[in-house]
């Protein structure tokens, strides 16, 4: 599985509003249903649904990064978004270091290869320093894709 293949570019928040977590990941989901990949209605129950998750256990793994994920029957196939914050967002990440890189997926529930598929992809690329370093200077979401793309052509990025 690439990037490409879920990462909803069109949502990507280059500089999110939310200070907080759980505002954050409400902004990063507004923005997909803004972008057709979830419906409106379905914002809130995909937000405490992740929400709980968080609680349970913290996505925040360290590094600046950030993937809040959970697996929903709202949707048919994997969808992420990228948001980034300038001034740090507390996760309650490992390290107990501010976000600044977060990548919220959501997994359709009856899949659970599609979602370790996805999770394995993100993950794998957010272990690299250099690509973190080039995912924080993005400025634009073509900027973002492009990075992404590069990335799955060249792994080692």
């Known amino acids: 599985m690439k990037l490409v ?88 990440s490992l390290d107990k270091k501010p976000v600044y890189l977060v990548i919220l997926l959501i997994s359709p529930e009856s899949n659970q290869e599609k979602h370790l598929g996805a999770m394995e992809c993100v993950f794998g690329h957010l272990q690299k320093e250099q690509f973190r370093s080039f995912l924080r200077q993005a400025k634009t979401p073509e900027a973002v894709e492009d990075l992404f793309k590069e990335a799955d052509e060249n792994p080692a990025l």
């Open 5 to 92: 293949d879920f990462v909803c570019f069109k949502a990507t928040i280059n500089e999110l509003e939310s200070t907080e977590r759980n505002a954050a990941i409400n902004e990063l989901i507004d923005s997909l249903a803004k972008a057709g990949k979830v419906k409106k209605d379905d914002i809130q129950k995909i937000a405490r649904s992740i929400i709980r998750r968080e609680n349970e256990a913290s996505t925040g793994f360290g590094k600046g990064v950030a993937v809040p994920h959970v697996k929903s029957a709202l949707v048919k196939d994997p969808v992420a978004v990228v948001g980034k914050s300038t001034v740090g967002i507390d996760f309650n």
